[in-house]
């Protein structure tokens, strides 16, 4: 439906309906609800759900940031923040949420242009507060897919990467968390690009993809978009060894080092 034609149904602006799509304007439950009424949507579960976030926007732990870390980085913090279900897959990083400091930093000091230290340090401190999305009170089911080619990335020397690996088998231990591993003997997966996050939401119309890329992070959460990244996330766990063979392959990458 047309801004111009909503518009006219909700007795309304058209510049009105622009800055609600636009996330410049708020919008109220009852407005929602009417709104939901004039596009003819009978979900019922999708507007609760909608109408829940209704009321104002509060602030999150990740608000602190705004302004000394990209944009986009806060954009993942509050995704994961949101999510009920947290599935990834990796290929040649590690999962961000169990990075340890070492190995952050080993990362952001790789970025071209050289960041300024200050900024280094900002980035990592945010990196490391995300992880409380699984280690915080209430912990997210978290399913790590990892590429042998990632576990064996020696980012900041031997004795960053061998720490970082038993960092993850720690963090493996978690309730919450599965890790598995994908070999190279086990031959190629379909995937698309380096990191593919899934954030499972409330409701399945509202969950998100984010993908890494060389120019920041993008983000997909069209019902087509999110179906190929369900598919292509379920042949690349079949193609994963077992959890404790998983385990068993990261301890030994871990004694080679």
């Given amino acids: 439906m047309s801004a111009p034609a909503a518009a006219a149904a909700l007795g309304t602006d058209r510049t009105n309906i622009s800055n609600i799509e636009a996330g410049r304007y708020g919008i109220g439950e009852e407005r929602l609800r009417r709104l939901a009424s004039i596009y003819e949507c009978n979900d019922d579960a999708l507007i609760d759900t909608l109408a829940a976030m209704t009321g104002g926007r509060k602030p999150g732990w990740w608000d602190e ?10 954009d993942i913090s509050e995704i994961e923040h949101y999510a009920v279900h947290l599935r990834t897959v990796q290929t040649s990083h590690l999962p961000g949420l169990f990075h340890t400091e070492d190995h952050a930093r080993a990362i952001f000091d790789l970025v071209v242009p050289k960041l300024p230290r200050l900024e280094v340090e900002l980035r990592i401190a945010h990196r490391l507060a995300r992880q409380r999305v699984v280690k915080g009170e209430k912990p997210v089911p978290y399913i790590g897919i990892i590429h042998e080619a990632a576990l064996r990335m020696q980012l900041g020397g031997r004795d960053v990467a061998r720490a970082q690996l038993l960092h993850l088998l720690d963090e493996n231990e978690r309730d919450n968390v599965t890790l ?18 899934y954030a499972a939401a409330d409701n399945p119309h509202l969950d998100t993809v984010h993908m890494d890329s060389p120019a920041g992070p993008l983000f997909f959460d069209s019902p087509t978009q999110l179906e190929n990244f369900r ?3 379920d042949l690349a766990e079949r193609a994963a060894l077992t959890p404790k063979k ?4 990261i301890r030994a990458i871990a004694k080679e080092m």
């Fill in 231 to 233: 598919q292509r996330l």
């Fill in 180 to 197: 598995l591993v994908i070999p190279f003997a086990n031959g190629g997966f379909p995937t698309v690009g380096d990191a593919v996050l």
């Fill in 246 to 249: 998983s385990a068993d392959f």
């Fill in 65 to 74: 940031y705004r302004g000394k870390v990209p944009p986009g980085h806060l």
